[in-house]
């Protein structure tokens, strides 16, 4: 009983990791290792610091920052991939089309990480806070959350990657874009 409270928190805290892994896989990106993990500890630390201080910062500050800031840049990530989706549309595009799709299907850069990894921790501040205030203890609610993470965001990426979702083609932007803004406007609600 003393690890399924931690780990319900680790999985509900790392399904966004599912999803933008699915969306990396759509657009061709693969996730390395070295990858996952940086975006795992920078999603670890973020959400450490907030069970670990959210018992004394949490009469501070309002509950609902830290979601509305997770959402407001997932949502910012999605309208990005949606205008790029949009570009590709119009004539003068539409020749460099291959040209931005192979540019962005090697790697993610260093920022894109850091921004991804600082995207879903303070995504997760809301969800520490609360998890301070409950009561969870603070090493295996993360060590929970950091597995989750690695293992939600490895195969969210591979299940991108596969045929079924390749048939999406084209609209890999569109639908990344979709899934991203969809993801940030669910967490701003639910």
Known sequence: MLIFTPLL???SASLDALIVGMTYGLR?????????????????????????????????LPSFIGPILGSAVLICFGIYYLVKAALQFLP????RKNLI???????????EIISLGTALSINNMGIGF???????PLIPTAATTLVCSVSFLFFGNR???????????????????????GLGICELYF
């Open 9 to 11: 928190f680790g999985i």
């Open 28 to 60: 061709r990106v693969r996730i390395c290792l070295w990858q996952n993990f940086l975006i795992s500890l920078i999603t670890l630390l973020g959400t450490c610091m907030s069970v670990g201080l959210g018992g004394c910062l949490s009469p501070l």
């Open 92 to 95: 003068r595009h539409r020749n």
């Open 101 to 111: 799709i192979s540019e962005i299907q090697s790697s993610l850069s260093v920022p």
């Open 130 to 136: 609360s998890a301070s205030i409950a009561g969870l």
């Open 159 to 181: 299940m991108g990657s596969m045929k079924l979702f390749r048939l999406a083609g084209s609209r890999a932007d569109l639908l990344s874009g979709l899934l991203l803004t």
